[in-house]
């Protein structure tokens, strides 16, 4: 598509319940990103994905969440059994391959919004 | 590692004066440096970058960063703002090698009152 696309726009859940969020890259953009914009907290890495490589799952903040992306295009970000300060707006980014390319940046979808009651 | 600081939570300015919003960053090696804004209920939007080159770099909505190595900032500016440049903007670095995402500050609320 024309730009990322990320879905549910928002999402309501019960504490406990499982979440997933969706993200569909720009096409033939190789590397995927998660972030996390918090209230007051800015923009918290969660993962990134670059190709068939193995993700860089550093940013994680617990063992409840997950993702992975599907024949290097689709993303889901699942978090297990939420907890309230899960809730947050979840942004999806993806770029072309990085390295030495002057024109490095980030292509963010609107995000969801996930509140855990 | 690699990080970036927003020092003011909220630049408050009048319409037609010049705006200034802050960002400082530390990072291993030569930065590439990324100025983003996010509209209300909106994901961020790319402004403005620093590659190489020029230390003024210029940008999207009359936007321009001036790159200072020897007190390593990055700051926005805009001679004239307007109303519609209330947003919430970010500044973000990311090391030319190594960690291949880019780190953001925690954002600057900008306010341009009538």
């Known amino acids: 598509g024309a730009g990322v696309s990320q879905s549910p726009s928002n999402k309501v859940t019960e504490k406990g319940k499982d979440v997933e969020l969706r993200c569909d890259p720009i096409?033939?953009?190789?590397?995927l990103y998660w972030y996390r914009q918090s209230l007051g907290q800015g923009l918290e890495f969660l993962i990134y994905f670059q190709g068939n490589s193995a993700p860089d799952k550093s940013g994680l903040p617990s063992d409840r969440f997950s993702a992975e992306r599907t024949g290097g295009s689709v993303s889901t970000l699942t978090i297990q059994r939420t907890q309230q300060e899960d809730s947050a707006v979840y942004l999806c980014?993806?770029?072309?391959?990085?390295?030495?390319?002057?024109?490095?940046?980030?292509?963010f979808g609107s995000g969801t919004r996930l509140t855990v009651v | 590692a690699q990080s970036v600081a927003q020092p003011e939570d909220q630049v408050n300015v009048a319409e037609g004066n010049p705006l200034t919003v802050k960002c400082t960053y530390s990072v291993s090696g030569n930065p590439y440096l990324f100025w983003y804004v996010q509209y209300p209920n909106r994901g961020l939007q790319f402004l403005l970058k620093?590659?190489?080159?020029?230390?003024l770099v210029k940008g999207s909505y009359g936007f321009e960063a001036e790159f200072n190595k020897s007190q390593t900032s990055f700051h926005l500016k805009k001679p004239s703002a307007l109303v519609s440049d209330s947003a919430l903007y970010f500044c973000a670095v990311r090391a030319f090698t190594g960690f291949q995402k880019l780190v953001f500050g925690t954002g600057t609320r900008l306010l341009v009152s009538p």
């Open positions: 096409s033939g953009h190789t590397a």
């Open positions: 620093y590659i190489t080159g020029d230390n």
């Open positions: 980014a993806s770029s072309t391959r990085p390295p030495g390319q002057e024109n490095y940046g980030y292509t």
